[in-house]
């Protein structure tokens, strides 16, 4: 799957509580973002990275904060989990951004109670 | 908001059939792009289509893309039960940011 891996794959957690997902990838790809899936609605961007240190937000990033210290790694970040946040995360690198295709990790389904 | 509207949102045909999704989007752009989903899984880049490309093959698929109507159109010739899956169209914005926005999806049911 493109090298990429995301953890964990399945999260509970209570209202309140931070929470961190992790994006690793092996393809040393520039781009990084960071999506949410809920019925309804399709994918909706939350944040996205273009380098180490550099990134800029989507359409629904309230409530969510990212960091990306290395290449590999992006990390999303739910300061206070709110049942609102209840969905399916995705993760996804490219070479180029919006130019080139996006290649997808398999998801964590996270579950705020 | 969203940049692409996926139609219909659900489709469902008998193998051997083809099957046509449409996308429209609102702002001018540089390409377009198509994925694919399978049930609980991570999205597959299918095909990309630039801004200057009128049509393009892959396969069994044939992509469309018509800029003064702002839409593009994905066909499925002689679908497969394996084609079952969901369907997404992407777009960027034409000097806008990096941002890749993906519309809700079209689920294509082919029955065996």
């Known amino acids: 799957d493109a090298g990429i891996t995301q953890s964990p794959r399945h999260k509970v957690t209570e209202t309140g509580t931070p929470v961190t997902l992790r994006c690793h990838q092996t393809?040393?790809?520039?781009?990084m973002y960071w999506y949410r899936q809920d019925p309804g609605h399709g994918l909706r961007l939350i944040h996205y990275?273009?380098?180490?240190?550099?990134?800029d937000k989507g359409e629904v990033s309230d409530g969510y904060s990212v960091s990306r210290s290395k290449t590999e790694d992006f990390l999303l970040t739910l300061e206070s989990a709110t049942s609102s946040q209840t969905s399916v995360y995705f993760c996804?690198?490219?070479?180029?951004?919006?130019?080139?295709?996006?290649?997808f990790g398999q998801g964590t389904r996270l579950t705020v109670v | 908001s969203q940049q692409g509207e996926e139609d219909p949102q659900a489709l469902s045909i008998q193998e051997g059939e083809n099957a046509t999704m449409n996308c429209s989007y609102k702002?001018?752009?540089?390409?377009l792009q198509w994925y694919r989903q399978n049930s609980g899984r991570g999205l597959v880049h299918l095909i990309l289509?630039?801004?200057?490309?009128r049509e393009k093959h892959s396969g069994r698929l044939r992509v469309t893309l018509d800029t003064s109507k702002k839409s593009s159109s994905l066909l499925i010739t002689a679908s497969r039960a394996a084609d079952t899956a969901s369907y997404f169209c992407?777009?960027?914005?034409?000097?806008?940011?990096?941002?890749?926005?993906f519309g809700k999806g079209t689920k294509l049911t082919v029955n065996p």
């Open positions: 702002t001018s752009i540089n390409n």
């Open positions: 992407a777009t960027d914005a034409r000097g806008g940011s990096e941002k890749l926005v």
């Open positions: 996804a690198i490219s070479v180029q951004g919006k130019d080139t295709e996006a290649f």
């Open positions: 289509i630039r801004s200057n490309e």
């Open positions: 990275s273009y380098g180490v240190k550099d990134t």
């Open positions: 393809e040393n790809h520039r781009y």
